[in-house]
């Protein structure tokens, strides 16, 4: 019997993502894998995609600001004179993690130095744009009663040490 994705499978995947311009912005050709159906790893326009698919199938799915990384938030962009900013965040595509006031963690992106002036963003980079996917099923398998509880394949779920 041919496995098919549908809930509760651990779906391994390999995928393309090309944001607006269609220029390639990730590529992964080892496989990443989800619980199909938690509603935790994937974009559910994707996850509808690949419902009923099997290994092998491609799946090529455009979507909106709405249905992935949301519109940019202006909010989300600071400027500060750049003598508050580290040595080595003083150039243009320097990436750190910080944390926001609920304490959750986030990636900030400089942008911008002009003169004295260093601009970050913590706008995800395709914030704003219409994206493509373009995924291929490597591997189904069932997942086990604690992925399905975690929503997680058995990997990415934390260990006790």
Known sequence: MTAVVAKNKVVSLIYVVRNEKGEIFEYRDLPVSYVHGSGTDLFPKIEQALEGRVVGDRVAVQLTPADAFGDRDPKLTFTDDIENAPPE???????????NAKGESILLT?????????TV???????????????????????????????RPAGDLPTLQ
């Open 110 to 118: 400089v942008t911008r130095i002009e003169g004295d002036r260093i």
């Open 89 to 99: 965040l003083r150039r243009v595509g320097a990436e750190f993690e910080a944390q």
């Open 121 to 151: 963003d913590a706008n995800h980079p395709l914030a704003g744009q219409n994206i493509s996917f373009e995924v291929t099923v490597q591997d189904i398998r069932d997942a086990t009663p604690e992925e399905i509880r975690a929503g």
